[in-house]
C-alpha cells in the first residue's frame, strides 16, 4: 500500500489508510485475535492505528497493548497514534462532569500511562484530542517539545483544531504539528470549504479523516441527503467498479491534502473490500456527482 510522507517531519510517514480502534472494546477479540487482527492489516499495508485514552472508557489501549504484549516484533511495524486532553466520567474515576485538560500536568501524565498500556517506549504521534478553551499555548507547547525530547512521542498533532487553533499551538512550539485529525466525509464535506482543509494543505499538515463514512450513516442512514448520495453511487457503479464503501474511500483520497481515512470496523472482509480503494482513481466528473448528491445543488 501507498504510504503518506509528512513534509515537516522526515521522522514521521502513515499507511494511506488507518486503522481506528475506537471500538476495539466492543469486537470480543481475545488477546491473540487482536494480535492476529493486526498482523493481517500489516500485511495489507495498514500501519497506522489510532486509538485515544478515553477510548472504550479508557480501556482499548490496554486491549492493544495486551495483544502488542504476545508478541513484541509487531511493535516495530506500526506506528501508533493516540490522543489526550479530554476527560470523560467513566467507571475508574470520579469526573463530576465530561471536560477538557491541556494543562502540562495532565498531558505529561497521560502520555505515561499510555505508553504502560501499550506496553511501548514511544508513540508514533500524539493528538491532542480536542481545542481546550482554557488552552495555555506556552504551557501546552512546552510539555510537548520536552516529550518529543525525551523519545516518548516521536511526533506530534491535533483532532478537531480549527486552522487558527493550529496556528495558535504552532507559533509556541518547536516541533511541526504535522497532523490534524478532523471529521470529514461525502456527509459532512464542510472542511473543503471552510479553510481546514486549505490550511492543511498550505501548511502541509497531514488531514486524517475521522468518520469516513458518517458513521455508517451513509450506508443506512435515512436522512434524504444520504438517500441522494446512494441512489448517485448506485448509478456510477458499473461505469466506476467500486461498491460504496470503495466510492466513499476513493472520493476522500482524491483530495489533493493527502488525506488519511480512519476506518473502524473489526471486521476484516469488509476492510479488505474497502481498501481496494486505495488502488482505484475517482475521475473528475464522478468526484462532482458525488459532491453535487451530497450537497443537494451543483457548484456555484
Known amino acids: 500500500m501507498q504510504r503518506v510522507v509528512s513534509a515537516l517531519s522526515s521522522d514521521f510517514s502513515m499507511s494511506r489508510v488507518a486503522m481506528g480502534l475506537w471500538r476495539l472494546d466492543s469486537w470480543q477479540m481475545s488477546p491473540q485475535d487482536r494480535l492476529g487482527f493486526a498482523e493481517e492489516l500489516l500485511d495489507l499495508g495498514v500501519s497506522t492505528f489510532d486509538l485515544a485514552d478515553i477510548y472504550g472508557d479508557y480501556q482499548c489501549e490496554s486491549l492493544f497493548g495486551e495483544a502488542l504484549r504476545l508478541k513484541p516484533a509487531v511493535r516495530e511495524r506500526m506506528e501508533i497514534v493516540t490522543k489526550c486532553g479530554i476527560k470523560l466520567c467513566g467507571s475508574n474515576n470520579a469526573f ?21 498500556n501499550l506496553g511501548t517506549d514511544y508513540v508514533d504521534l500524539l493528538l491532542l484530542h480536542r481545542p481546550d478553551p482554557l488552552l495555555d499555548a506556552d504551557e501546552l507547547a512546552g510539555v510537548l517539545d520536552s516529550l518529543v525530547a525525551a523519545g516518548k512521542v516521536r511526533s506530534v498533532g491535533v483532532s478537531n483544531y480549527l486552522p487558527h487553533q493550529v496556528a495558535l499551538l504552532q507559533s509556541r512550539l518547536k516541533t511541526p504539528l504535522v497532523a490534524n485529525q478532523i471529521e470529514v466525509s461525502l456527509l459532512h464535506s464542510a472542511p473543503m470549504f471552510d479553510g ?11 488531514p486524517m479523516a475521522w468518520s469516513p463514512f458518517a458513521g455508517g450513516d451513509l ?41 488519511v481515512p480512519v476506518l473502524g470496523s473489526g471486521n ?3 476492510l479488505k473490500g474497502a481498501l481496494t480503494a486505495v488502488d482505484k482513481e475517482m475521475p473528475l466528473e464522478p468526484w462532482f456527482m458525488l459532491l453535487r448528491a451530497a450537497r443537494g445543488r451543483d457548484v456555484d
Not at 462532569?97 to 502540562?104: E, P, R
Not at 481546514?196 to 497531514?206: F, K, S, V
Open 96 to 116: 463530576r462532569l465530561n471536560h477538557y485538560d491541556s494543562s502540562a500536568d495532565h498531558v505529561r501524565a497521560s502520555v505515561e500511562n499510555s505508553l504502560r
Open 196 to 206: 481546514q482543509l486549505d490550511h492543511c494543505q498550505q501548511n502541509r499538515i497531514l
Open 268 to 270: 476484516l472482509e469488509r
Open 219 to 259: 450506508f443506512t442512514g435515512g436522512a434524504e441527503t444520504a438517500a441522494r448520495v446512494r441512489d448517485c453511487m448506485e448509478s456510477l457503479h458499473g461505469e466506476l467498479g467500486m461498491d460504496a464503501q470503495q466510492m466513499a474511500l476513493s472520493w476522500l483520497l482524491r483530495h489533493p491534502s493527502r488525506m
